[in-house]
Nanobody, 118 residues
């Protein structure tokens, strides 16, 4: 089983940047799709960005051009660079790893809070 730990969240003003990290331990995630999700109060969890083992990325429309997902397989870590943050980006951000070869995210971290003030 893989364990995922997120870090890098915090309180920032609108327009600022944050870089979230998702460190994996227990098992490597280099061959697995990894996604960043977020959940705002009163809302459902939503997929923000994902990256395949081969480096193919996908983004939700509302973060395209602002967020960048990347992975460092040597460090077993996946990153989410968030620029031009908006108050509506406020949420708990989770990283998750999918079952090999699928879109079934079955390993989740505990989340990191991102708060963007106006």
């Amino acid at each position: 089983q893989v364990q995922l730990v997120e870090s890098g969240g915090g309180l920032v003003q609108a327009g600022a940047s944050l870089r979230l990290s998702c460190a994996a331990s227990g098992r490597a995630v280099s061959r697995r799709r990894v996604g960043w999700f977020r959940q705002a109060p009163g809302k459902e969890r939503e997929l923000v960005a994902s990256v395949t083992s081969g480096g193919t990325t996908k983004y939700a429309d509302y973060v395209k051009g602002r967020f960048t997902i990347s992975r460092d397989n040597a460090k077993n870590t996946v990153f989410l660079q968030m620029n031009s943050l908006k108050p509506e980006d406020t949420a708990v951000y989770y990283c998750a790893a999918a079952v090999l070869g699928t879109l079934d995210y079955n390993s989740w971290g505990q989340g990191t809070q991102v708060t963007v003030s106006s």
